[in-house]
């Protein structure tokens, strides 16, 4: 069910699931109620009780603010949660969804020792539109400081073709996205670019997961457009 898990500081836990936990997504075709009930099952793993907050990705920068009132979309069958690409909580448990686009989970505390997590959708709209910045502004904005980010499994440079005139202009925004196919063709490297920009920020990256299209047991949408989404996780727990 997990990719990779871990405790990442005392009580707060990060994961990324695999395709064994199967389509956590409500919007690729799957039947609403199997996929209700793996975001269930998913969160009795995790020990929750009300499950994690998921969101309607738009490939944008929006950054939403989720409360402390218990989760109420989280078992709906419509796709629920805010429209928004990246999501900022003092607690409560978060879930970013992806199959290609760099999935970027983050922890920091505040100066009381109050949790403050996030999660980030960061495909190539989103890092060249300044969504990883933005997630991490808003956490600094409810005090979190000493942030750490752990990149999901995401499609890498030698997998990722676009056009020329692509490339050159997400590299304008992020240089370091910029990269060649491993056949030689213009390519961008959205991990590194996420690296660069918490790195820039002042964020310690703790983990990068491997390429998706590469790595069995892994949704991809370049290697099958029809696939499922998994997830990029943060909670707190005992």
Known sequence: MFWWRTEVRPGVWVAFTDAGAGNLALH??????????????????????????YMNQVHGSAVAYIGDAPVATAGSVGPGGPTADAMVSSGRPLAVMVADCVPVVLAGETAAGRPVLAVAHAGRPGVAGGVIPA???????????NIRAWIGPSI?????EVPE???????????????????????????AGARSQLEGDGV?????????LETDGLFSYRG??????????VWTGE
């Open 156 to 160: 890498c440079g030698s997998c990722y």
């Open 224 to 233: 099958d457009p029809d696939t499922g989404r998994f997830a990029g996780l």
């Open 165 to 191: 005139g692509m490339r050159t202009d997400v590299a304008a925004a992020v240089p370091a996205t910029w990269c060649t196919t491993s056949w030689g063709t213009p390519g961008l490297d959205l991990p």
């Open 204 to 212: 310690t990256v703790e983990y990068s997961g491997p390429c998706t």
């Open 135 to 145: 997630t991490v502004a808003r956490m600094r904005a409810e005090g979190a400081g």
């Open 28 to 53: 690729v075709g799957d039947d609403p109620a199997d996929v209700v009930r793996r975001r269930e099952l998913l969160a009795a793993e995790a020990g929750l009780a009300d499950g994690f907050q």
